[in-house]
Structure formats: C-alpha cells, structure tokens
C-alpha cells in the first residue's frame, strides 16, 4: 500500500467552477500537510499547508485535514485558467516528504 | 527568494554512460534531496543529504549515488545510465531546525537514456 493515495485525474472544469481534489494517507504520525503546484515544464512550488487537523484559507484556496480519516482536500473557488497545473499533496514526517502522484487540473475559459 | 538551480534542463545520454546531475542552492539550506518524478508515480525520493559530506538512501537508491561537498551543491551520478532512468529529476533544498520546513525546488532535468 502506498503511503499516498491521490485521485489521478486529470479534471477538467469550466472557468468560475468549485474545484476539490483529493488525497488520502496510511501514517497516523503524518503531523504537516502540504499541497504543492507545478506548472508544465516547472519544478513544484508550495501552495499551502495545515498541520493536524483542520481548515486553513488562503484567498480562493482551502486545505482540508481529516486526521480521523485520514483524508487531505484542497479547495479551489472560482477557478481560473492559471489554476491550470498539477497538484501534488504531501504529508510530512520529520524531514521526510511523502508526494502524491498528482491530479493535473485543467481550468478552460 | 530561495533559489534552486539545477545544471542541465534537458538532457539525452546513451546507455552505460555515466551521468552527473548537479543541484546548487543559494540559501543556506542544510538538507538537499533529490526526486525523480515519473507519471503516475509522483516524486520518489532516490536520496538525500542532511550536511556536507553526509547522504541517506531514500527509496529508490539503486543505480544512483549522490555526492555532497559543498553545502550550496548537491550533485545525483548515474554510475552507468540504463533506459529505466529515462525520468525528470527534482532536486529540492530545504532548511533545518524550525518547525515548518517547506522543500524548495529546481526546475528539473529531463534526462532521456537511449
């Protein structure tokens, strides 16, 4: 089993649209979650993060912690064509990443 | 701004050659890693290294080994490049000791072995 489970995609939604993706995880000491983006032909770079359980906002972006379930979201309203990217969640313990394979999303004008 | 720079964005090289990936950051960052990413697979940590001249195996060592001496350099060898390492490598540097230690990434290398 892997430590990261994440919905591969690739979503495809109109612009203006609600946008979730998802992930889950198997290691109950995951303290911080992470959500990367990365642009085609880009390294990724750090969206945001929650640690422990909970909702954080930032702008048209939430993240989402369940640790009772073991389920990370991330949010997105209002979506936008440079929404367009793949997004990679990443639960970490200690110094140690641990990437979900990505759901590359398409946000079309 | 925190900056990764990574020697080569693009890369072709033939099967046996030895290969060399090299990372600089210019932050001070003492932890460096590096990820090769593949579709469907997502970042898989080959190895890392948390300060000069010291390096840990991650999960997908074989064929690879990495080198560290300088802080600011972190440099990923394919002793004998074979087509499976026909991948986009990451390298990503990230600072220790405070709690919330985001991982700063290069652009990538793509390298294709033929």
């Known amino acids: 089993q892997k430590e990261v489970e994440q919905d591969p995609g690739p979503l495809s939604v109109p612009e203006g649209a609600i946008v979730s993706l998802n992930c889950t995880y198997s290691n109950s000491a995951f303290q911080y979650f992470m959500w990367y983006r990365q642009y085609s032909r880009k390294g990724p770079e750090l969206l945001m993060y929650?640690?422990?359980?909970g909702n954080k906002e930032d702008g048209r972006f939430t993240a989402q912690v369940d640790k009772s379930s073991k389920y990370i979201s991330l949010f997105i309203r209002d979506s936008q064509p440079s929404d367009s990217a793949t997004y990679l969640c990443?639960?970490?313990?200690?110094?140690?990443?641990?990437f979900g394979s990505g759901t590359k999303l398409n946000v079309k004008p | 701004d925190v900056k990764v720079t990574q020697s080569s964005r693009y890369l072709v090289k033939r099967t046996g050659e030895k290969v060399f990936l090299e990372c600089v950051q210019d932050?001070?960052?003492?932890?460096m890693f590096w990820y090769r990413q593949d579709p469907g697979l997502g970042l898989r940590l080959i190895y890392f290294?948390?300060?000069?001249?010291?390096?840990e195996k991650g999960d997908i060592p074989e064929g690879y080994s990495v080198s560290r001496e300088k802080k600011e350099r972190f440099s990923l060898i394919l002793e004998s490049a074979s087509t499976n390492q026909t991948s986009m490598y990451l390298c990503?540097?990230?600072?220790?000791?405070?709690?919330?230690?985001?991982?700063?990434f290069g652009p990538g290398t793509r390298l294709t072995v033929l």
């Open positions: 990503a540097s990230q600072k220790s000791g405070t709690t919330y230690n985001e991982q700063f």
């Open positions: 290294s948390y300060d000069v001249k010291m390096k």
């Open positions: 990443a639960p970490r313990n200690f110094n140690k990443f641990y």
């Open positions: 932050m001070d960052h003492e932890n």
């Open positions: 929650t640690y422990s359980s």
